[in-house]
Nanobody
Framework: QVQLVESGGGLVQAGGSLRLSCAAS????????LGWFRQAPGKERELVAG???????YYSDSVKGRFTVSRDNVKNTAVLQMNDLRPEDTAVYYC????WGAGAAGPYEYWGQGTQVTVSS
């Protein structure tokens, strides 16, 4: 069993910042990737950022230069720092993890319950 718990979502004006946190527990370790997906209404869930077991990172083109993903392997947590937020960033954000040895781009197999991020114009 893998448990992922997100926190830090909320409402922010365009141009603002939010910091999402994820706590992973259960059958996961520092050898597993940690990533962030998002899903907007009517759209598919997409991977926006991830960090692999070796610290390598992945960012989607839509967030590159604005979002930063990091992890703490001792605490088994991940953080997504989101800057210069735009209305199109509005979505439910999910923390995710995958199998041992997977890279920053996945594959991902487990997701948390999600946290809402709303960016007003």
């Amino acid at each position: 069993q893998v448990q992922l718990v997100e926190s830090g979502g909320g409402l922010v004006q365009a141009g603002g910042s939010l910091r999402l946190s994820c706590a992973a527990s259960g059958r996961t370790s520092s050898g597993c990737p940690l990533g962030w997906f998002r899903q907007a209404p009517g759209k598919e869930r997409e991977l926006v950022a991830g960090v692999g077991w070796n610290g390598g990172t992945y960012y989607s083109d839509s967030v590159k230069g604005r979002f930063t993903v990091s992890r703490d392997n001792v605490k088994n947590t991940a953080v997504l720092q989101m800057n210069d937020l735009r209305p199109e960033d509005t979505a439910v954000y999910y923390c995710a993890t995958g199998r041992w040895g997977a890279g920053a781009a996945g594959p991902y197999e487990y997701w948390g319950q999600g946290t809402q991020v709303t960016v007003s114009s």
